[in-house]
């Protein structure tokens, strides 16, 4: 029962018409939560009492940070499911979500740097989390490169699957790196069983940021997504009559 959903869900066309009714909800709605996060978080959210207002750049960095995990997380979930279930949208969502993933690692590290340096008197130190999350964008190049230097886009998404599952083990080490190693870099925070140690006038502005983000890498990805399908399915008749439709 399970198998013939996945594989109803997972149909090129089916997935294509999804992603373009969503988008453009997705899109706005990343906007709107992006916006009033930033607005409330840089303007209106009281400085911190020790880094002052050098903490702001948390709402930049803490979601990009979240997300260059998860998203490795999710390509790694779709190599399984390509391997397994021999499934075409599986192998599309991991190409689909590497360039995004390694941009908000990117991005991770660039303003994890600029945090640093006020804290820690430098730009770069080779901290467990911070040495492993390069290695985190390494593995993205790594999975982008080697789907682009084979020509058959098949046997390159396999290849790409193949990494993305062997490398999923440094997503773990990334996020528990703080707990397991003495570490310059602050431990969790947010995420805390207790209470998070963040005041709420801090937190949520945050929280609508990471809403925020997530929403604005769902419209990527299925932009991604459809323009992936497009360019393997580009002789088959239901992009055709895509096409005739003007989707």
Request: hydrophobic share 55%; net charge positive.
């Amino acid at each position: 029962m399970i198998m013939p959903f996945l594989h109803r869900l997972s149909s090129p066309p089916r997935f294509y018409r999804l992603a373009s009714r969503w988008i453009p909800w997705l899109g706005w709605g990343s906007l709107v939560f992006m916006l009033v996060g930033t607005i409330w978080g840089l303007g209106f959210a009281p400085a911190d009492y020790q880094q002052g207002n050098a903490f702001r750049i948390m709402y930049i960095h803490v979601p990009a940070a979240w997300l260059s995990l998860f998203i490795y997380t999710v390509m790694a979930v779709s190599a399984v499911i390509a391997f397994v279930w021999r499934i075409k949208l599986a192998e599309v969502m991991i190409i689909a979500n590497a360039p995004i993933g390694a941009t908000f690692t990117f991005l991770a590290l660039i303003t994890g740097s600029i945090w640093g340096k006020p804290m820690w008197g430098t730009w770069w130190e080779w901290d467990p989390r911070l040495t492993f999350e390069l290695i985190l964008l390494f593995q993205y190049f790594g999975v982008i490169a080697l789907y682009t230097a084979i020509a058959d886009r098949r046997v390159g998404a396999r290849a790409a699957a193949i990494l993305a599952m062997v490398g999923i083990v440094t997503v773990p080490i990334v996020h528990f790196s703080v707990e397991w190693w003495s570490s310059l870099h602050q431990g969790p925070s947010v995420t805390r069983l207790d209470k998070p140690a963040i005041a709420w006038s801090m937190l949520t502005p945050l929280f609508i940021m990471f809403i925020g983000t997530n929403l604005f890498y769902l419209t990527v990805l299925f932009l991604r997504g459809r323009n992936e399908l497009l360019m393997r399915e580009k002789q088959t008749q239901w992009v055709a009559e895509i096409l005739d439709e003007g989707v």
